[in-house]
């Protein structure tokens, strides 16, 4: 047991030293000057710009050799500092990532949570039956083939501006500052309906096709027809096959719990939704690498934590894993 | 006379026509009887066998009456079947080292399956251990799961739980097929013990290995493409077989003593023929070295010794 938590540990440590380095590279491949953009909206006087572009790239610590940012990231990393935001400049990374995560929590946790529990509900029911088969899952396919964006924009279209029921941008109306009322919170709750609606539909579409498809693959299986074979009655088949063909669908949750701070970009970007998804398309129009870099840290925290958390799910919800692991240490 | 089947018919539905692989197929197996079903892959035996117990698409039922213990089975019906699947007719499925669910444990999957049967599970656990002794089993699988058994114990597992319910007629379909020849060996030797023991009347072993039928079946039926062509005691088929594949085959198996270096094995030359639209007749005619006119009309199985049925015209003639 403990062998092997010290082996997934250091496969961890090493995927999040690799993840973090390519993070790091990623924005700086970016061709163009950070600062000189920043500047350029300053609209200076040409050697007022040049004094100020000497300042600005000391400041952001880019007037050091590649090599040597590299190790002043990571010293930074670890004593918790992102950097300042160029874009937002000066608030500090932390701080602007640390706005925008609720909004992300708020949208994304219900929509994944939702669409997987209907998703799989639905698809296993779907599996039942020729009938439901036949109509259901070509619309689960239409679905999960829908572009997020294109179903956003539509949604947008229709019942923000057709039928005139919902909001289409921000979190909250413009007219409005955040404190804690009925109307506030009504508003809220309009603003989180249409993201939160395009979100759900086209991850309950990809749950139900995939819990469908897993669902017919074990009443397949072998073990399912000796039941059928020794009389048994349909409902104990499909419960066996069932509790086994949630098994993958539970990694698929976790991953798409994983990526949570990462957004839903599109979405957010339809709805002007003020979450990370938005914030990184901003970070990257502006070059602003620093918020860049923290957008991409949140989200390969994210992965790795839901993967490990998913290591330890299956140890206690699949034998199999857990005999594996045993001949392992063995 | 624990299983009587009369004229079944059952054909593969594909999307070129009805593949018939099972035509008119007569014949009994008695009380205590261990009948040893053989032929060649695709012959039909492993749908003989499945048809009386799980018969669902793409097989379909065509016709013909199936009595077990004089009572009519329902084989046509999937519901239908479920108050006999177990507690009459049982199988120990071919692919033995997968018929339990991997995530659950043993003894609470025989649980569930037994209260889904309306049968208490701990009115049968004592003889559920009985029976695990057996077969040299430990208690402890009770708590184990799938995974944890090695193949030959997942095969004895589920024989035991196959047998639970002494069923009036046990299908072994292909048991021995996956094991090393000691194991086969073992296996087979309990399988005639369960029978002795009565946990179950009488079994229907299917395999295309006729050496395992010699030394356990009390009589062994051939099948060629789909048709029966002879059902004779174990010694009177190896010793003197009626019908020409049957003749054949068991002439075509290598003998003790023979170098065969020395003398090729003969083999059957030519190869069964496609069911999906069989020939006319007799559907050996075609790699039959005594085939005649006749043989353009199906035989019919008859007794032409006592308990020694055959489907040949030329036995007929010869006997008549």
Same mark, same amino acid.
């Given at each position: 047991m403990r062998r092997y938590f010290s082996r997934k540990l250091l496969i961890y440590i090493l995927t999040f030293f690799l993840a973090v380095t390519i993070d790091w590279l990623i924005p700086r =491949? $970016? %061709? #163009?000057d950070p600062v000189q953009n920043m500047l350029s909206r300053a609209m200076l006087r040409a050697d007022a710009a040049e004094v100020m572009y000497g300042y600005y790239t000391k400041a952001f610590g880019l007037d050091v050799p590649i090599g040597q940012q590299y190790l002043n990231f990571w010293n930074a990393l670890f004593h918790g500092d992102l950097g300042t935001s160029v874009? $937002? =400049? %000066?608030?500090?990374v932390t701080k602007v990532l640390l706005r925008a995560v609720p909004y992300d929590i708020f949208l994304l946790i219900p929509s994944i949570l939702l669409s997987w529990y209907a998703g799989n509900k639905f698809g296993a029911y779907a599996a039942r039956s020729k009938w439901l088969d036949n109509t259901v899952s070509p619309l689960g396919y239409v679905l999960t083939a829908t572009p997020y964006m294109w179903l956003g924009i539509l949604l947008a279209w229709f019942f923000g501006i057709v039928l005139g029921k919902f909001p289409i941008a921000g979190a909250y109306s413009f007219n409005l500052v955040p404190h804690l009322s009925w109307m506030f919170i009504w508003d809220v709750l309009k603003h989180w309906f249409l993201p939160f609606a395009s979100l759900f539909l086209v991850g309950f579409g990809g749950q139900a096709i995939g819990m469908r498809n897993m669902i017919i693959y074990e009443l397949e299986a072998d073990y399912s027809h000796y039941l059928e074979a020794l009389g048994a009655p349909r409902s104990l088949v499909r419960k066996y096959a069932f509790r086994n063909a949630v098994l993958p669908q539970i990694t698929g949750l976790a991953l798409s719990l994983g990526v949570i701070?990462? #957004?839903?970009l599109v979405t957010e970007v339809v709805f002007s939704y003020p979450g990370i998804g938005y914030l990184l398309l901003a970070a990257i129009q502006n070059q602003d690498y620093f918020l860049i870099q923290g957008c991409f840290l949140f989200i390969i925290i994210g992965v790795l934590f839901a993967n490990f958390v998913i290591d330890i799910v299956y140890l206690l919800i699949d034998p199999r894993t857990r005999t594996g692991m045993m001949g392992e240490t063995a | 006379m624990s299983l009587q089947v009369e004229h079944l018919t059952v054909y593969y539905q594909t999307l070129r026509g009805d593949v018939q692989a099972l035509e008119d197929a007569t014949f009994t197996i008695e009380d205590g009887e261990i009948m040893g079903l053989a032929g060649e892959s695709g012959c039909g035996k492993t749908t003989l066998g499945h048809s009386l117990i799980r018969l669902v698409p793409p097989m379909r039922y065509v016709r013909g009456k199936v009595k077990i213990d004089s009572e009519e089975l329902p084989i046509w019906g999937m519901e239908e079947m479920n108050p006999f699947r177990f507690k009459k007719i049982s199988i120990i499925p071919q692919y033995a080292m997968n018929a339990?669910?991997?995530?659950?444990?043993i003894g609470k999957m025989t649980e569930e399956l037994l209260e889904s049967r309306k049968v208490s599970f701990s009115d049968t656990l004592p003889e559920l251990k009985r029976r695990l002794d057996m077969v040299e089993l430990t208690h402890d699988v009770m708590n184990m799961y799938p995974i944890e058994l090695s193949g030959g114990m997942k095969q004895r597992m589920v024989m035991v739980l196959s047998t639970l319910m002494d069923p009036t007629l046990l299908i072994a379909d292909e048991i021995t097929s996956a094991l090393d020849v000691s194991t086969q060996k073992a296996v087979a030797e309990m399988l005639v013990e369960f029978r002795n023991r009565e946990c179950c009347n009488s079994v229907m072993l299917i395999t295309h290995d006729l050496s395992i039928l010699y030394q356990i079946a009390d009589t062994i039926m051939v099948m060629y493409a789909g048709q029966l062509s002879e059902k004779a005691a174990t010694h009177t088929m190896i010793h003197s077989p009626r019908h020409p594949y049957t003749k054949l085959l068991i002439s075509s198996l290598p003998k003790v003593g023979v170098k065969y270096a020395e003398k090729r094995l003969k083999g059957i030359p030519g190869s069964p023929p496609l069911l999906l639209d069989p020939p006319i007749g007799c559907r050996f005619r075609e790699r039959c070295p005594v085939a005649f006119d006749k043989c353009l009309d199906v035989p019919p199985f008859l007794e032409i010794e006592k308990d020694h049925l055959v489907a040949c015209w030329k036995e007929f003639e010869r006997d008549a």
């Open positions: =491949f $970016m %061709p #163009g874009y $937002m =400049f %000066p608030t500090p701070v990462a #957004g839903a | 339990m669910n991997p995530t659950r444990k």
